[in-house]
């Protein structure tokens, strides 16, 4: 039985978490939408207070009046069962609700769970309960990569927070972990919180293999730039050297190449690259290109699961050659939540590991991230295998 007590605390610290996020932006900030996979601020903000009202109070709390007719549409994001929204691209036209307005929001609905907790819970709720904090949570990640894309795509590159740093070394010494072939557990299996889809629990049997005990470098990486690896074709699935000529792609994300150093944008504003760094912000496209330079490869989400504990992680998401696909016997729950992951399961590559802008309490090492085998706006590294 989840305790209310704690998870109320959990919730109120994750509602403000949100909202401490967006400090350091000026009102103007809170409106932008460079691309269609970035979301302004303004809208992650409403978003996560819609879904607790959508999801809870509108169902379990007696009485309860809805704060804005039209908020339903504004916020909702991709939940067909509970109706039309305003598409992902026009999230940017948004000048009205108000930042001001949206906060009135989130506060009206923070204090309608507060009552309806300090009345009413069932295990049902709770759970409920549970999964709002986390979906909140994967917001928190998204909102932080998010205002990075707009201040970083901003000609002015302006600080967001000198207090941010993006740069954890890992200091060990580099080993290859070996692993024998033979059967592995692999998915969620404790009473701890999860997704649906790091159930069920199921055994796979693995090849022996090696992995990197540590996250490829921006200075491996400036090796392969000036080997050419942008260059040379045979490195690259064809749909990934289609997309390196189409986007005149020549470096990660926010590099810069200025009288020949290369420097990067992060959170403290423009600033020359931590060659001992882990590289980030590389597509799936970058990653296996850059395996296979090494002649090495990339490991599959159940290896890197098999493995994890011979390594730190955490710091970067980590590429994995893995598609995203439901485990054995996996089932998406009822109604609108079972829209929450199983309908994404097909044309993206599954991620491991978490980042600097994953929330405390969060991952762990059964979570499976996924995007598309383009993308390069959240925290992206590799780790290689063979």
Aim: with cysteine; proline share 4%; aromatic share 16%.
């Amino acid at each position: 039985m989840i305790k209310i007590e704690s998870l109320l605390d959990f919730f109120l610290d994750t509602r403000k978490h949100t909202e401490d996020i967006c400090k350091p932006l000026e009102i103007e900030d809170y409106v932008v939408q460079p691309i269609i996979d970035v979301s302004p601020p303004k809208w992650h903000l409403g978003h996560t207070t819609w879904f607790f009202e959508e999801f809870i109070l509108k169902v379990y709390m007696k009485d309860y009046a809805v704060f804005d007719d039209d908020f339903s549409f504004v916020f909702n994001s991709y939940y067909e069962t509970v109706g039309k929204r305003v598409i992902r691209a026009d999230r940017g036209n948004l000048s009205r609700p108000s930042v001001k307005r949206v906060y009135e929001y989130r506060k009206y609905v923070t204090e309608a769970m507060n009552t309806l907790f300090s009345e009413h819970t069932t295990q049902e709720l709770l759970e409920l309960l549970e999964i709002g904090i986390h979906h909140e949570k994967q917001h928190q990640e998204l909102l932080l990569t998010d205002i990075k894309y707009i201040l970083g795509n901003n000609p002015l590159l302006p600080t967001y927070s000198k207090e941010f740093n993006e740069h954890s070394i890992e200091k060990h010494e580099h080993e290859w972990i070996a692993l024998d072939e033979g059967i592995y557990d692999i998915g969620h299996h404790t009473e701890d919180f999860c997704y649906d889809n790091e159930l069920g629990h199921h055994k796979v049997y693995l090849q022996g293999y090696q992995i990197s005990n540590k996250l490829v470098t921006n200075q491996e990486f400036v090796d392969f730039i000036n080997a050419g690896g942008y260059q040379q074709f045979e490195l690259w699935h064809a749909e990934g050297w289609d997309w390196v000529q189409a986007n005149t792609i020549n470096s990660p994300l926010y590099w810069h190449n200025i009288d020949g150093e290369w420097f990067y944008y992060s959170f403290q504003g423009l600033q020359k690259i931590n060659l001992k760094a882990p590289v980030t912000h590389i597509s799936y496209f970058e990653a296996f290109a850059f395996a296979q330079w090494k002649n090495c490869r990339l490991p599959t989400e159940f290896e890197w699961e098999a493995s994890q504990k011979y390594f730190p992680w955490g710091k970067r998401w980590e590429w994995t050659e893995s598609a995203y696909l439901p485990y054995p016997n996996y089932k998406k729950a009822e109604g609108a939540l079972g829209e929450y992951n199983g309908k994404f399961m097909v044309n993206q590559k599954v991620l491991r590991g978490g980042s600097v802008a994953t929330p405390t309490n969060h991952t762990r090492p059964t979570y499976r991230n996924f995007f598309q085998t383009n993308l390069r706006w959240q925290y992206t590294g590799l780790r290689l295998a063979k």
